[in-house]
């Protein structure tokens, strides 16, 4: 089955540094990907849709200078934390679609990536 | 703010029991969606139940959608320790974008 492949799954720096985070669709090309945020016992809160050869759309309330998109590929969509501080700590998830008529597919999911910034 | 809310938002049983999550949310939608999130971990894909449907099975997951009423409800019968779990709801209502309910978290005590 499709498969979304998140790297790293686990990422410690200092304050002040930037972080990239890649994910990659294995075995199907996506023209979107999505990442979200989830913050320990919540639930997911998507921060923007990336566009393979596009700008990406961040939702209300998401610094676009601060979280740093790039779709370079139908595989491969990046996020970067620029400046990254401690309330950035975070998982982050990414996920793309699947299969299926348009409106009606299920969304595949990365492993995440546990951003802790000291 | 989140589309969908769930409820329980916890919820423990034993081994063999079913369990039910309900999960209810605000706006039209293309597809309902539930999925299980291990601790620490991404989310798997349970189940999509579009919005002209209103039961779907897969294994030993049931699920309901009532778009009448905006809610969804997600049972597992004969639960197993390895149930043990957040389980989320989520919206499509276009573009692909995932609105995540609140989740639920279930103990399956062995």
């Known amino acids: 089955g499709a498969v979304v492949s998140q790297h790293p799954s686990r990422v410690i720096c200092k304050s002040g540094t930037s972080v990239k985070i890649e994910c990659r669709s294995l075995?199907?090309?996506?023209?979107?990907m999505f990442w979200y945020r989830q913050f320990p016992k919540q639930s997911l809160m998507l921060m923007a849709t990336s566009n393979e050869g596009s700008k990406a759309t961040y939702e209300q309330g998401v610094e676009k200078d601060k979280f740093l998109i790039n779709h370079a590929s139908l595989t491969l969509s990046t996020l970067t934390v620029t400046s990254a501080h401690p309330e950035d700590s975070s998982f982050y998830i990414c996920s793309a679609p699947g299969t299926g008529p348009v409106g009606n597919q299920p969304q595949h999911f990365g492993d995440g990536t546990r951003l802790s910034i000291l | 703010s989140q589309q969908g809310e769930e409820d329980p938002q916890a919820l423990s049983i034993q081994e063999g029991e079913n369990a039910t999550m309900n999960c209810s949310y605000k706006t039209s939608i293309n597809n309902l969606q539930w999925y299980r999130q291990n601790s620490g971990r991404g989310l798997v894909h349970l189940i999509l139940?579009?919005?002209?449907?209103r039961e779907k099975h897969s294994g030993r997951l049931r699920v309901t959608l009532d778009t009448s009423k905006k809610s969804s409800s997600l049972l597992i019968t004969a639960s197993r320790a390895a149930d043990t779990a957040s389980y989320f709801c989520?919206?499509?209502?276009?573009?692909?974008?995932?609105?995540f309910g609140d989740g639920t978290t279930l103990t399956v005590k062995p």
């Open positions: 075995d199907f090309q996506a023209t979107t």
């Open positions: 139940i579009r919005s002209n449907e």
């Open positions: 989520a919206t499509d209502a276009g573009a692909g974008k995932s609105t």
